[in-house]
């Protein structure tokens, strides 16, 4: 079929390269418009537009889908269908009429559960065992089109937002191939989402990334690897922000308060409403990350401060 690709950030770039490699005609990318980044706040094309600029593919950069001059570039591409992985921007029905299969997304969940901005996130904050990813026909609605298909995948203990979003794009990448290549061989049947089940995920805010010391420590370290590597989890110490890696909980250890701290031979542990979890990596402002056995020595950490 003949494609064109929307997509933004770099967990887009493993459907980019499964589409590539799989026989379809790939026409032009659609993303974001370049944005500042970096100290000197230059512009920054985006991961799937830097991949298009690479591979000689035609780049899009509408502000918005709905500019004429966008749509006017559609309709002369004229697209079988557009796959989406993270685009960013929500698509207005003229849009999604230009092309007859339509467009096809990509989301990191088992729909309908977290529909959204942050799947990947809100499952890991709030402990589920099973996610996966889906795909389905893009409407109006907020990811509420029907499904093509789906693949799962297992939240490991350990998992970040970061891991387990990394093994999604590569997995969900050949599910969204899979399914192009019904849609174009007329085999693909999507079916509508079930009424229940029905969750939402949005965007996680820096406020969101603050760790909550008075949780109790298997919440502590949730909210710590959802928010790995972004938004990035923090918490204040002398009144300073100090961003942290994950952690490891305790199931037994020094009786301490929320958020107190306690240096021992074998690493740093601080205090939650259960029992205390150990330190990973500790990331003081304008530092690099480091142990945080090193820190605390460089802190000079005292009995009985706490993160606040």
């Known amino acids: 079929m003949r494609l064109v690709f929307a997509g933004t950030p770099a967990v887009a770039v493993p459907a980019l390269d499964a589409i590539a490699a799989s026989g379809h005609e790939l026409l032009a990318v659609v993303t974001r418009p370049d944005a500042p980044a970096g100290r000197g706040r230059g512009l920054v094309r985006s991961p799937v537009g830097a991949w298009a600029d690479a591979h000689g593919v035609e780049v899009l950069t509408p502000a918005r889908p709905r500019e004429p001059e966008f749509l006017d570039r559609l309709r002369e591409l004229a697209p079988d269908c557009v796959p989406v992985v993270a685009y960013g921007a929500l698509v207005p029905p003229v849009a999604l009429e230009i092309p007859r299969h339509g467009w096809i997304n990509l989301h990191f969940s088992l729909l309908p559960a977290w529909r959204g901005a942050a799947p990947v996130q809100h499952a890991v904050l709030h402990g589920d065992e099973l996610t996966g990813a889906s795909v389905f026909e893009l409407e109006e609605g907020l990811d509420t089109g029907p499904v093509y298909g789906t693949v799962t995948d297992e939240i490991r203990p350990a998992d970040t937002s970061g891991d387990l979003l990394e093994r999604l794009a590569h997995s969900g990448a050949g599910l969204l191939v899979a399914v192009l290549d019904a849609i174009g061989a007329g085999t693909a049947r999507a079916v509508p989402q079930p009424a229940d089940g029905v969750s939402l995920a949005p965007k996680l805010t820096v406020e969101d990334a603050r760790v909550r010391w008075g949780d109790p420590a298997f919440a502590v370290d949730r909210r710590i690897r959802a928010c790995t590597p972004a938004p990035g989890p923090w918490t204040t110490f002398r009144d ?8 490891t909980p305790l199931h037994d250890g020094p009786e301490l308060k929320p958020g107190e701290l306690h240096v021992e031979k074998s690493g740093v542990l601080v205090g939650t ?33 706490v993160f606040a």
């Open 240 to 247: 300073d922000r100090v961003k942290l890696g994950p952690v």
């Open 273 to 305: 409403a259960t029992t205390p979890v150990r330190l990973g990596e500790v990331r003081a402002a304008g530092k690099k990350a480091m142990p945080a056995g090193d820190w605390a020595r460089g802190a000079r950490v005292t009995a009985g401060e």
